[in-house]
C-alpha cells in the first residue's frame, strides 16, 4: 500500500500547528467565522508550510499517477476510446456523492441513499470542528 504523503504533511502540519498554539508561539482566533492561525516561532511557521505542502502533493498527485502510469506501459497502448466505454457502460454503476460548505451552510447531493448516512456523519464532524474547537480556543486564549 502507498503512503499518501500528501495526507502524511497535512497531519505533520497540523500536529504542529496545534504544539505551537498551545506552546505559546502561536495561536488560533476566529475572522468572522474563519479559523484564523498565526505564529510568532518556527513550529507554527514550519507547520503551516508542512499544511501547504501537504495540500499542493495532495492536488498534484492525480496528475503525477497519469504520467508516471503512461510512461511506465501499464496501461494498453490499444485500448480505443469505445472500448472503453463499452466497458465502462457494461461493467460499472456511476454512483456520486458530496459535500458543498458555503460558508458554514452545508450542501448534500448524492444519487445513492447509502452514501447520505456518511455524508451527514462528515457534516456533523466537519460543523463539530469548524465551531466547537476554534471556541475552545478562543476560551483558552482569554482564560
Known sequence: MKIPWGIVLIAAGIVLMIFAALSGSGGVTL?????????????????????????????????????RTASSGEGDPHYT????????????????????????????????????????TMVILLMFMLFIIPLIFLILQFW
Open 31 to 67: 475572522v468572522f467565522i474563519f479559523p484564523v492561525f498565526y505564529a510568532s516561532g518556527l513550529t507554527g511557521a514550519i507547520g503551516a508550510l508542512l499544511l501547504f505542502m501537504g495540500f499542493l502533493l495532495l492536488f498534484f498527485q492525480p496528475f503525477y499517477e497519469i504520467i
Open 81 to 120: 476510446l469505445d472500448e472503453f466505454n463499452e466497458n465502462l457502460q457494461q461493467n460499472r454503476k456511476t454512483e456520486f456523492s458530496g459535500i458543498v460548505l458555503i460558508g458554514p451552510f452545508p450542501i448534500i447531493f448524492s444519487n445513492d441513499t447509502k452514501h447520505i448516512n456518511h455524508l451527514i
